[in-house]
T-cell receptor, first 114, second 112 residues
Framework: DQQVKQNSPSLSVQEGRISILNCDYT??????FLWYKKYPAEGPTFLIS?????DKNEDGRFTVFLNKSAKHLSLHIVPSQPGDSAVYFC?????????????FGTGTRLKVLA | ETGVTQSPTHLIKTRGQQVTLRCSSQ?????VSWYQQALGQGPQFIFQ???????GRGNFPPRFSGLQFPNYSSELNVNALELDDSALYLC???????????FGSGTQLSVL
């Protein structure tokens, strides 16, 4: 049961253009959403998050949008830079029996072309 | 500030053996979670430790067990290794039980 889905395994974007990474979820009990970036041979690093009570959060070049009615999350990177090339995971948090669990998508590999 | 560190970075075992993976949490973080990331998949929750007690578990069999020590470092033990246990094992710590995760670089386990 894949509660968090990233349907695009890969994405290529020209440097300077916008990168849009998408994520869909099925569980309406998720209360917090995050994006992580992962380089090869490193662990995921936190990028940006959004609470379920908001619809947008911005941090520099990164903006996350949440559409609760559509159960859809997106990450916008503007402008894209070659150093942004990495695998991006969306994650959603739910509380189960007092435990905060994070459910991750399968990731989208972003390649920013110089 | 020291981040999350894991050891070893790589490990090769044979089926049926046992393995112990180690993790030092980020300074001040009292919660440690372990995740398994199989090839082409996202990290999957194994379990979480808070103040030395297991505080939640994912869909993993009992042969996956763990410990958290008074200094908040942690171990993941896997008994009776199976080929499907081959994966990247990620440790993550958080400042509080409900806060975002900070990951280590992982231990790549290969079971032959």
């Amino acid at each position: 049961d894949q509660q968090v889905k990233q349907n695009s395994p890969s994405l290529s974007v020209q440097e300077g253009r916008i990168s849009i990474l998408n994520c869909d979820y099925t569980n309406s009990m998720f209360d917090y959403f995050l994006w992580y970036k992962k380089y090869p041979a490193e662990g995921p690093t936190f990028l940006i998050s959004i609470s379920s009570i908001k619809d947008k959060n911005e941090d520099g070049r990164f903006t996350v949008f949440l559409n609760k009615s559509a159960k859809h999350l997106s990450l916008h990177i503007v402008p894209s830079q070659p150093g942004d090339s990495a695998v991006y995971f969306c994650a959603a948090r739910k509380i189960t029996s007092g435990t905060y669990k994070y459910i991750f998508g399968t990731g989208t590999r972003l390649k920013v072309l110089a | 500030e020291t981040g999350v560190t894991q050891s070893p970075t790589h490990l090769i075992k044979t089926r049926g053996q046992q393995v112990t993976l180690r993790c030092s949490s980020q300074s001040g973080h009292n919660t440690v979670s372990w995740y398994q990331q199989a090839l082409g998949q996202g990290p999957q929750f194994i379990f979480q430790y808070y103040r030395e007690e297991e505080n939640g578990r994912g869909n993993f069999p009992p042969r996956f067990s763990g410990l958290q020590f008074p200094n908040y470092s942690s171990e993941l033990n896997v008994n009776a290794l199976e080929l499907d246990d081959s994966a990247l094992y990620l440790c993550a710590s958080s400042l509080k039980i409900n806060e975002k995760l900070f990951f280590g670089s992982g231990t790549q386990l290969s079971v032959l």
